[in-house]
């Protein structure tokens, strides 16, 4: 995500990182690389300058913290700044207290809107309400089809009516599903190619029909600053609360992300990060900064390894762990949890420290993780759970196996030891020391937990715990 952007910046902030004392000069030239890097992704030009003057000023000012070095300082800032820009202090979705909540997507055609009415929808059932579909994009013949496929593949009901009127089909539907034990509704609406005097017109029909709780304004990423005008343009007769930007998975270079906020006074509420159903998470301004900026995050890393995992594995593990046990064939459990959580690359980025090392590692190797399964599928039952008796013939022995080499086990064998050692750390309450691998700027520090933890996740969590 953002990859160029993302480049650019630490490649700017790298220079100052290690410096004990800045001086105006360094700054102004960090000020530069950073303006360049911001238009070079498309950030609109009005933003990118606010942007550079609120960094610099702040970084020569007295904003000094005592446990950092001033060019950590100047890292921090540009992060708060970013977590700023992108609409500091997450906003989730409103529900109203009667139900059901309405949510209304809007957008261009081919922005992303059908999917991620279905995509939106398992994201709410999982976190335990009852969502139903309204297809309302009456325009092409296929949309209505499309929808109902989606809403099958997730298992929610999706409601669909044959006539030429979308007005109908909103009021219908939300008639239809007034008693039906659902408590949101999603409504898909049509797309057109551009903004145009028809589908704001149609917009503004159904949206006066529906009265949604949340008007979400879908957004391409990939489509840069048009998608800041397209939102402009929305604006001004279709009042929106925020925006779902989709396609971040692409080279999308993050211009629109970054200025959609600051141009229509709107956040982003969720983005899509690829095709698939479950790629829809919340958006979270300061995970995001953290993201571009090589920090890591860890947090969206813990909230995805939990949704991939099911709770009583989850507890297995844990009380292994509690007791400081990280057994090969916890290795091999957790390495398959991996598996699920998504595509390899994306999940190693979030790990502070390592989305740098990660350049040029075009694609991280996933037959890698096939090898890494062969070995440990070679060691006994007794190796597995008792790691500390595989002397050197059993390490051949293993490599022959495996059809890998001595060297690969040894690794393995090192990685084992390493995950138990971070396991044992994270069980007693600590989070790793993620410090040295970010130049002393921790996620932690810009993230208290407590305010990125949703309220269902930290329901889930204690009683996982106990
Ligand atoms: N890679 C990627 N593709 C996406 C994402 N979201 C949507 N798409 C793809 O974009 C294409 C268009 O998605 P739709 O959901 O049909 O878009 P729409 O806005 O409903 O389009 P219309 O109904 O024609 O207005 C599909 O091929 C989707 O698979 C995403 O986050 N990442
Ligand atoms: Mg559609």
Redesign the pocket.
């Known amino acids: 995500m953002f990859d160029a952007l993302s480049d650019r910046l630490q490649s700017a902030l790298g220079d100052l990182r290690g410096r004990g004392t800045l001086d105006e000069e360094a700054i102004s030239r960090a000020m530069r690389e950073i303006r360049l890097a911001l238009l070079e992704a498309d950030v609109n030009f009005e933003v990118v300058k606010e942007f550079v003057a609120h960094v610099r000023e702040r970084a020569v000012g007295q904003d000094v913290l005592k446990s950092l070095t001033p060019g950590q300082q100047v890292v921090k800032v540009v992060h708060d700044e970013l977590t700023e820009l992108m609409g500091a202090g997450a906003s989730g979705l409103a529900f109203t207290s009667r139900p059901p909540t309405v949510i209304l997507l809007a957008g261009l055609q081919g922005s992303g809107?059908?999917t991620a009415a279905a995509k939106l929808a398992l994201l709410l059932r999982k976190e335990g309400r009852k969502p139903a579909l309204v297809a309302a994009?009456l325009q092409?013949p296929a949309?209505i089809d499309?929808?109902e496929q989606l809403g099958k593949q997730i298992q929610v009901p999706v409601y669909r009516e044959d006539t030429s009127d979308p007005v109908a089909v909103v009021r219908d539907g939300l008639h239809a599903f007034a008693d039906g034990g659902v408590d949101t509704v999603i409504l898909?609406t049509a797309?057109r190619l551009h903004v145009d005097e028809a589908l704001m017109a149609e917009l503004e029909r159904v949206r006066d029909e529906a009265k949604p709780t949340n008007v979400l304004l879908v957004l391409d990423a990939m489509t840069g600053q048009e998608a800041v005008n397209v939102a402009l343009a929305f604006q001004e007769r279709v009042a929106f609360d925020g925006v779902l930007m989709t396609k971040l998975d692409g080279d999308a270079r993050g211009g629109a992300a970054l200025s959609v906020k600051a141009v229509t006074g709107r956040p982003i509420k969720l983005i899509s990060v690829g095709e698939k159903l479950d790629q829809l998470e919340y958006f979270h301004p300061d995970r995001m900064a953290s993201r571009i900026l090589g920090m890591g995050d860890v947090l969206t890393l813990i909230e995805r390894a939990e949704a991939a995992v099911e709770e009583d594995e989850q507890k297995e593990m844990e009380a292994r762990m509690l007791k400081g046990q990280f057994s090969f064939d916890d290795f091999l459990r957790s390495y398959k949890m991996l598996r699920r959580m998504g595509p390899l690359q994306g999940i190693l980025k979030m790990i502070p420290g390592l989305g740098s090392q990660l350049d040029g590692l075009d694609d991280v190797d996933e037959k890698q993780l096939g090898r890494v399964e062969a070995v440990i599928l070679s060691m006994t039952p007794l190796e597995r759970g008792r790691p500390a008796v595989i002397d050197g013939s059993r390490r051949q022995r293993i490599a022959g196996g495996s059809g890998t080499t001595v060297e690969e086990v040894n690794r393995l064998l090192e990685a084992r030891k390493q995950m138990e050692k971070i396991m044992k750390g994270v069980s007693r309450g600590k989070m790793p020391d993620l410090g040295a691998l970010t130049g002393g700027v921790t996620p932690d520090m810009q993230q208290p937990r407590r305010k990125a933890t949703k309220s269902n996740k930290k329901k889930k969590r204690t009683k996982s715990r106990r």
């Open positions: 809107k059908t994009d092409r949309a499309q929808l898909d797309g």
